[in-house]
């Protein structure tokens, strides 16, 4: 069973482009992947708008003709459309975080990952505010730091 998760990034009309991530959505992978990996605003974009995945890794893009789900190349993300063949796979955009988180949690996700074109922030298990039953998030780095020190 995955640890899913939901990536998205924050586009410049303030919506968020999202998409569905199945397998180690922790902080301890994904995060620490996210941050090490994706802080290029149009690589960020690009592993979105291939839609849905399998698990993240270091590259979208394949070097060789071979890359498939059933042979991925190391280190290279496999996509539900691109690699698998699969279709309705797109990416989702939301008007608000909330929309975001809501729509993903009921897809099984744990995890919410958002980049606002400098920095990743994180939601983890749909956490909300109690006064104002918003989504809170914290930036992908503090959530670490506070893993490492527990």
């Known amino acids: ?8 990034y924050k586009t410049a009309q303030g919506t968020i482009r999202a998409k569905y991530s199945h397998y180690d959505g922790y ?4 995060g620490v992947m996210l941050r090490e990996h994706y802080t290029d605003p149009a690589k960020v974009k690009q592993m979105v708008e291939l839609g849905d995945q399998s698990f993240i890794a270091p590259n979208v893009t394949p070097t060789n003709d071979t890359h498939s789900f059933s042979t991925p190349q190391e280190d290279v993300i496999v996509f539900y459309g691109r690699d698998r063949g699969e279709t309705d796979v797109d990416g989702q955009e939301f008007e608000t975080f909330a929309e975001f988180v809501e729509y993903y949690k009921d897809c099984g996700c744990e995890y919410f990952y958002v980049f606002d074109g400098e920095d990743w922030i994180v939601n983890d298990h749909g956490a909300k505010d109690a006064a104002t039953g918003f989504p809170v998030f914290d930036f992908v780095e503090v959530v670490q730091l506070k893993e490492i020190v527990a």
Do not use: D, E, L
Request: glycine letters at 16%; zero cysteines; a positive charge.
């Open 1 to 8: 069973m995955g640890t899913r998760s939901a990536i998205g």
């Open 27 to 30: 902080v301890s992978y994904t």
